[in-house]
Each structure stands twice: as C-alpha cells, then as structure tokens.
C-alpha cells in the first residue's frame, strides 16, 4: 500500500459512507510528505496532522505506555508520596514563583489577543484547589488489586480483581487546575499524557519542570508516568487521540472542538469521556418559594464555568411573582461583580419582562473589554441550549412555560443534558422532575454544587454530559478512582479438574 505523498487542491475525499468532501487550497499547500490527514466520517472534516506534530505526540504517549507497563511493580505508598511530593511542591512560595511568572505570562498573551482568561489565571484560590485535590488524592485508599466480588465453585474460585486501565490520554483547555486533577488516573496504577491548550502551554510546561517531574523522581515512579504534549498545535492533540495504545480519551473545552476530538478517537477505537458544553437549567415551579428562588439564581452566577446557571424557566401561572425575583437576583450577581447582568428572553416571553430592560444600554463586560448592549434581547425559542460564555457579567436564558413537564420536555431536547435543578416547596413535583429530565445531575437549589471534588470529595478529570446518551456502568463524574478495569482470576484447590 502506497503512502499518501502529497494533495490536490479540490481533491474529492469520500466520508460517511455516502458523502464526499474536497481538499481546500490552504489544506493542498500545507500538506507534506511524512504529515497525516485524518477523516472525521461524522463530519467530513480534514484534519492535518504535520509529521512533527505526530512525532511529539507519539513520543509522549510511548513515554507513557511505557510507564504503565512499570506500574505493576509500584507500591501504594509510593503513589501517596507523589501526591505528597506534588502537593508539597505547588505549596512551596519560592517553588511555586516561576509557575506563577508563567501564568502571568500565558494571561498577558491571552488578553492581547483578546481571548478570555477567566479559566487561565491562576489565582491562590485555584492554586489552593490543585494543592488540597492533591492531598485528596494521597489520603484515599487505592482499590488496586481489590476483590470486588468471589464466586465460589468449591475446588475452585474466580475473583474479580480491579486493575489499572492504562494510558488515559487528556486534551483540556486553559484551565491549569485540572493539569493537576489528572494526575489522579496514578492512583489506582495508570499512566496519563496530556495536551492542554495553548494559552496555558506555559503554565504547564512550568508546572512538569518545578513541581511535577521532581515529585515523580522523589517517589520513585516511572518517568513517563504523567507525559505532556509540549506544542501548542491543535494537531498534536489529533494524533495523540488516534493512538490505539490509549485505553481512555478525555477531551474538556469548547463543544465543537471537544465533539471533533471525541468522533476521531472513537474512529480508532478508543473509549472516550467528554465534556464541551456545559450551562445548568434552573426551573422554577409555582411552587416555589421566592427566597429559595432568589439564593438559587444568585448562587449560581458566582462565575462562568460548566455549572453555572444558564437556562432558566418559569411556569407561567406565578410568573408575575417569580420573574421579578429572578430579575432582582440577576441584578444582585451583577453588582457583586462590579458590573452589569445580560438577560435572553425566549421569543413569546418578552411580556413577562418589563420594557426597560429592553430599553436601556449598559456596559457588559467582554474578553475584549466592556461593550454597551441592550440589558435584555430577544432570542429564538428553539436556542435555549445555547451556553453564554461570560467574563464577568453575569449571562442567562429566561423562558416562560405551562408547566414542569414542558421544562423538562425542553431540557431534554435543546440543553446538553448535563445538570437541572427545580425549586420547588411539592415533594411530589421533585420526585416527578427527577424521573423526567435526562440529566447526570438534579437537584432543588443552586446548580453550582456539580463538582466532584466538591460534592464527592473526589477530584475531577471531567463532567461527562449525556448529549449523545446515557454512560455506560458509570456517572456523570470522571474522576481517577474511576478509571479502572476488572480482571477475572481464577484459583484451583484441585488441579484434577476439568470440564
């Protein structure tokens, strides 16, 4: 078989089965010999991937498949001491400062381009997050080579055993917290290589050299075992996820790019856990209890991360009471920020929204800056899914229903299907809403709680949404304790058998 050696501008490309899409000119110039395209057949997108860019890849991911076939031998206490010597590291002032200086570094780039970097600062409370996630991590007894369950035939038994998975391969976006969350895969004996994104890459690269390769020699665990991708290029990311030596994919950032890496790691064969696009849903019955509605919304909108509020509907037979309450909440998250709030006002809803809203012009605090805009806009009905990435001014979607079922109904086909909450004073409403929505994470209050250092004490390497599903034998949280599988051993009192 013949490599691919070069491209041809308008070059028809077969996916899907039954479609056909074509080589762009910047795609044809780019190509060289050595480089690879991938096919993603979901989409028909073409993906270059540089021969050098795959090197780097491949590079970090035999780092670690090398890694992992060492991790057999590695003692429990050897793993604590490497969450400790981690942990240890990041609380040092003086071993922290170049991690520091980097970040400050990848911020100032970042805001030069525009970009956000509400993610990207490391600030002391993140930093404090990464360090306590750590010790989390050392403190939890390992499952590894726990007897989850014995069948018993007499002269003979089988045992099923947890084991580590393997290499679980991790392209996040800027957020340098989970750079160190991951690390938790180590815990019950996997190896783990990174790609973050590229606004963070400094960070990282600090990170690995002044805290986390000086806590895997002092433990005495492979070098390889936590690997990073050191390019910026998207690209790197492609190849490191087409890489059948992977046992798991983990891509968090934005939706698109996150459903793009998901669809080419499943092309090799390769299970994945994915997290793109977030925004919880609030729902408010006319049952519920102005107070309880008021703490929920504005405990929601503290800042813009995956939890955070997004969506939120109010039965129409107590809207006259309950929208000036979420109004006033979404006022009080503004000023708590310094700023203004930005309401979205499902089409057929506007009524319920009094006309000044409308009407005047405020300044919403942008990635580029503040930029004046209405305080509330008109929006499609059938766009209540959309996630508003927000810097500092708080942003949400109000909509008017008839009932808790028609919320429900809606949740479960335009949000991403990630986290609801009901306010609600009827038990019989709740037990209801739960069965309805199609959602990992349901509660009655403020939607921030979804996380799983937060609410599980565990950790997270991500939030699993169910946009195309329910998970298979596990929930909505991924998290290192999770990623495990089960060997069967079996043990013969008597050799003198057979079948």
């Known amino acids: 078989?013949?490599?691919?050696?070069?491209?041809?501008?308008?070059?028809?490309?077969?996916?899907?089965?039954?479609?056909?899409?074509?080589?762009?000119?910047?795609?044809a110039r780019a190509f060289e010999p050595g480089d690879w395209l991938l096919v993603v057949q979901r989409t028909g997108d073409l993906l270059h991937i540089p021969a050098a860019e795959y090197k780097t890849a491949n590079e970090a991911v035999s780092a670690a498949w090398t890694a992992f076939s060492r991790m057999g031998s590695v003692t429990d206490s050897q793993i604590n001491s490497f969450y400790e010597a981690f942990a240890d590291r990041l609380a040092d002032d003086d071993l922290f400062a170049p991690i520091a200086a980097a970040n400050v570094e990848d911020v100032e780039r970042a805001r030069a381009k525009g970009r956000s970097t509400t993610r990207l600062?490391?600030?002391?409370?993140?930093?404090?997050?990464?360090?306590?996630?750590?010790?989390?991590?050392?403190?939890?007894p390992s499952q590894r080579g726990s007897v989850l369950e014995t069948v018993d035939h007499g002269s003979w038994r089988v045992d099923q055993v947890v084991a580590g998975l393997g290499v679980v391969g991790f392209v996040f976006e800027g957020r340098p917290n989970?750079?160190?969350?991951?690390?938790?895969?180590?815990?019950?004996?996997?190896t783990v290589v990174f790609r973050i994104g590229s606004d963070a890459l400094g960070t990282a690269r600090a990170i690995v050299q002044h805290a986390l390769d000086p806590a895997l020699e002092a433990s005495g665990l492979p070098a390889g075992a936590a690997s990073l991708v050191g390019t910026?290029?998207?690209?790197?990311?492609?190849?490191?996820?087409?890489?059948?030596?992977?046992?798991?994919?983990v891509a968090r950032g934005s939706g698109a790019a996150v459903a793009q890496l998901g669809s080419v790691a499943q092309q090799a064969g390769i299970p994945v856990s994915l997290h793109g696009t977030g925004g919880a849903w609030i729902v408010a019955s006319k049952h519920a209890d102005s107070s309880d509605l008021s703490n929920a919304v504005f405990h929601s909108l503290d800042r813009k991360v995956c939890?955070?509020?997004?969506?939120?509907?109010?039965?129409?037979?107590?809207?006259?009471?309950?929208?000036?309450?979420?109004?006033?909440?979404?006022?009080?998250?503004?000023?708590?920020?310094?700023?203004?709030?930005?309401?979205?006002v499902a089409m057929g809803s506007e009524h319920h929204v009094p006309t000044d809203w409308f009407d005047r012009t405020v300044p919403i605090a942008r990635a580029e800056g503040d930029v004046d805009e209405p305080q509330a806009e008109s929006i499609a009905g059938n766009q209540l899914g959309r996630e508003w990435e927000w810097e500092q001014s708080p942003e949400i979607t109000l909509k008017i229903v008839d009932s808790i079922d028609e919320a429900a109904k809606l949740f479960n086909e335009q949000s991403p299907r990630f986290a609801a909450s009901l306010i609600s004073s009827d038990q019989a409403e709740h037990d209801r809403f739960f069965e309805l929505v199609d959602a990992p994470f349901v509660g009655n209050g403020f939607t921030r709680w979804v996380d799983g250092q937060y609410s599980l004490n565990r950790p997270?390497?991500?939030?699993?949404?169910?946009?195309?599903?329910?998970?298979?034998?596990?929930?909505?949280?991924?998290?290192?304790?999770?990623?495990?599988t089960v060997r069967s051993r079996v043990t013969q009192s008597d050799l003198d058998m057979g079948r």
């Open 1 to 27: 078989m013949s490599e691919l050696m070069h491209l041809e501008a308008g070059m028809p490309i077969v996916y899907g089965g039954d479609k056909v899409t074509h080589v762009s000119d910047d795609l």
């Open 178 to 190: 989970v750079f160190a969350d991951a690390t938790g895969v180590l815990r019950g004996g996997n």
């Open 232 to 249: 910026p290029s998207r690209s790197a990311g492609y190849a490191m996820f087409t890489d059948s030596r992977l046992a798991l994919a």
């Open 307 to 344: 939890n955070t509020l997004n969506t939120l509907c109010v039965v129409r037979e107590d809207a006259e009471r309950l929208v000036p309450v979420v109004l006033d909440a979404l006022l009080a998250s503004g000023e708590r920020l310094g700023t203004n709030p930005k309401l979205h």
């Open 460 to 484: 997270e390497l991500g939030l699993s949404n169910w946009q195309n599903g329910r998970l298979f034998g596990r929930g909505g949280v991924l998290s290192g304790a999770s990623v495990f």
């Open 121 to 140: 600062e490391l600030s002391e409370s993140m930093r404090a997050g990464m360090i306590d996630g750590l010790r989390g991590w050392a403190s939890m």
